[in-house]
């Protein structure tokens, strides 16, 4: 499938951002922000804190955009203290979920293999997970991009392949925010650094990750697969990112955070 035929998608992460009073005004004046055509090529997703979900859900509901958690448990229950599952999640009207966001794996001890339990458990729930990959700076500089993203992508894409009812299941791809899997490639040395990969770096790895997708899922899957990029996104490089050929949006930070600029970035032509 040419990326000319998958939807973009950017999803704003506020991470530990945003009291319940500013959200409101927040969407007030993004959505005025928009151009009147923006929404058709384009899915808009906010990720909210735990606490802010229920607010952000009433205030997207009527406006059309998606709400995401920015973390989910793999068990349906038990004792897991400060934890939250996907059916507590999907009792709220939540139909997505960041995993395995760079900061989880640093701060929290996230590893491969949780995040491909968390992405299996969100599936099965019915939720379309936004799977982060990334490497970091000396990696990179060393030479492991592709081996380091390579096996995290492996990790959860085997998971997922191996899931008994859906191994075979063809309509598993991300048709809209309701079903199928996103992955966001975020260079760890990018998040909140101001530096950003050029498009080309960007482009090389977005292409890489759909190639080890097809090889594990099929060139079907990997062809409607939307692969976001991450890293210090905003309002003046979108542009260049979104124009190449395997980025198929972006998993926004900071940016997301102002109204006006995440509005501009989803009024950019090549969005």
């Not at 490497?135 to 008994?164: D, I, P, Y």
């Not at 809209?176 to 790895?205: N, R």
Request: glycine residues 10%; contains cysteine.
């Amino acid at each position: 499938m040419s990326a000319a035929k998958r939807k973009k998608l950017l999803a704003g992460n506020w991470k530990m951002n945003m009291r319940l009073a500013e959200i409101e005004p927040f969407f007030t004046a993004f959505a005025g922000g928009l151009d009147a055509g923006s929404r058709q090529h384009l899915d808009v997703l906010f990720a909210a804190p735990f606490t802010q979900i229920q607010a952000t859900l009433a205030a997207c509901r009527a406006r059309g955009f998606a709400v995401a958690a920015q973390n989910v448990h793999f068990e349906a229950s038990g004792a897991f203290t400060g934890e939250v599952s996907a059916v507590m999640l999907t009792d709220l009207g939540v139909r997505s979920t960041l995993i395995g966001h760079s900061e989880r794996r640093q701060y929290f001890a996230e590893t491969d293999e949780t995040v491909a339990k968390k992405t299996v458990t969100a599936i099965k729930n019915a939720m379309t997970p936004v799977v982060c990959v990334g490497e970091l700076l000396e990696e990179r500089k060393s030479g492991k991009t592709f081996e380091v993203v390579g096996h995290q992508v492996e990790a959860v894409l085997t998971a997922v392949k191996n899931q008994g009812p859906l191994k075979d299941r063809e309509a598993f791809y991300p048709g809209d925010l309701t079903d199928g899997l996103v992955i966001a490639y975020e260079p760890v040395w990018a998040i909140g650094t101001g530096l950003s990969a050029t498009t080309e770096q960007a482009q090389e790895v977005h292409a890489f990750i759909r190639k080890v997708a097809g090889e594990i899922l099929g060139t079907a899957f990997a062809g409607k697969l939307r692969i976001l990029y991450g890293g210090s996104a905003n309002p003046g490089n979108i542009a260049g990112l979104l124009a190449q050929p395997d980025i198929d949006g972006g998993l926004v930070g900071g940016a997301s955070l102002k109204p006006g600029d995440f509005a501009a970035m989803c009024n950019t032509p090549s969005a």
